[in-house]
């Protein structure tokens, strides 16, 4: 099918952009990659009379190191995170995240705001950003402001974006010495969205867990952190025992869960289980492996 007619826009500053969105009252959408919107403009599921496309405002690509976190410009491609070294040493989770995300076309067009703003329950890097504890940065007409992760994705395909803003930046801690990391997930065929995932930080301290961060994603509406897993590790030895309490804290922390023709409910919240207790072994082996 066919996309509905639009108009196009392809402003030069961030600034233009949010005056063409304040304009549109709320009639036109961002194009960043177009790896979510295009689909769905050819279905016909979205029916914006203007499409003002990001690619040309080149200061929202980049990856840099500032003020001790990692600043990642909202056009960044997800090949641009994947090549970029400074993630690969300094926060190996979100590297690897990036490698399961679609084939490489995708991730060639695909950018990290673009992701951020879709909030498809079944992508890695909002519950990477939930994990991290990252920060948002939103530009709108009221000047910029800063959401936590854990406070951007109300709802499935919803963030706290207002209809006039702009997702500029993403900003992720860089792995602390001593802690390990680990992003699993199935899915039917390499390269397709997962029917379940888990993401998990350990930080292991004199031969016990100091700090832990799980969160889930593909099986619920939103990622699902699994605060009482997390809670139960602390002080723990690293080993079967305690992973074991916190997969099936996992399996009982899905209030929601997806059910679709690939996967059941009671299927998601198994497969939360088995992931959450392979990650936190492979994260305390690299926990214990590193300093
Ligand atoms: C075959 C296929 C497989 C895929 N597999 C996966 C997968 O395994 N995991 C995964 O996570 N994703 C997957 N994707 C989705 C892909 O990662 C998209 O790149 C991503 O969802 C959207 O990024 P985009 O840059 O293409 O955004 P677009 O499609 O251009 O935009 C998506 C939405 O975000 C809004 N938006 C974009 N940028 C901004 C911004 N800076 N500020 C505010 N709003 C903005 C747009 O208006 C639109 O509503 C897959 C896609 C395809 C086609």
Not at 44 to 72: F, K
Not at 185 to 211: C, Q
Request: hydrophobic share 45%; glycine share 10%.
């Amino acid at each position: 099918m066919k996309p509905p007619p639009f108009a196009y826009a392809a402003p030069r500053s961030v600034a233009d952009a949010t005056a063409l969105l304040r304009a549109s009252d709320g009639d036109a959408k961002l194009l960043a990659g177009g790896q979510s919107l295009l689909p769905l403009l050819a279905m016909r599921l979205a029916r914006p009379s203007l499409l003002v496309d990001l690619g040309r405002i080149a200061d929202l690509d980049y990856v840099r190191e500032d003020d001790g976190m990692i600043a990642i410009g909202a056009m960044t491609t997800k090949t641009a995170v994947e090549r970029s070294a400074l993630i690969r040493t300094r926060q190996p989770l979100l590297h690897d995240a990036t490698r399961l995300i679609g084939h490489p076309q995708i991730r060639n067009r695909g950018t990290v705001g673009g992701s951020m703003a879709q909030a498809d329950p079944a992508a890695e890097y909002p519950a990477v950003a939930v994990a991290l504890g990252a920060t948002l940065r939103l530009a709108g007409e009221r000047g910029e402001r800063s959401v936590d992760a854990a406070a951007f994705f109300p709802s499935p395909f919803t963030t706290a974006l207002e209809p006039s803003e702009i997702l500029t930046e993403i900003r992720v801690p860089m792995r602390a010495a001593g802690s390990g990391w680990s992003v699993l997930e199935i899915a039917r065929r390499h390269g397709d969205f997962a029917l379940a995932g888990a993401v998990v930080m350990l930080g292991i301290e004199s031969g016990r867990i100091a700090s832990a961060r799980i969160v889930l994603f593909g099986v619920a509406p939103v990622p699902v952190r699994v605060s009482a897993g997390e809670a139960a590790l602390l002080g723990e030895s690293p080993g079967r025992p305690a992973f074991e309490h916190a997969a099936a804290c996992a399996r009982d922390a899905v209030s929601e869960p997806l059910s679709d023709p690939h996967a059941s409910a009671a299927y998601r919240c198994h497969l939360a289980g088995v992931l959450v207790g392979r990650g936190l072994a492979e994260a305390a082996a690299r926990a214990e492996g590193s300093s």
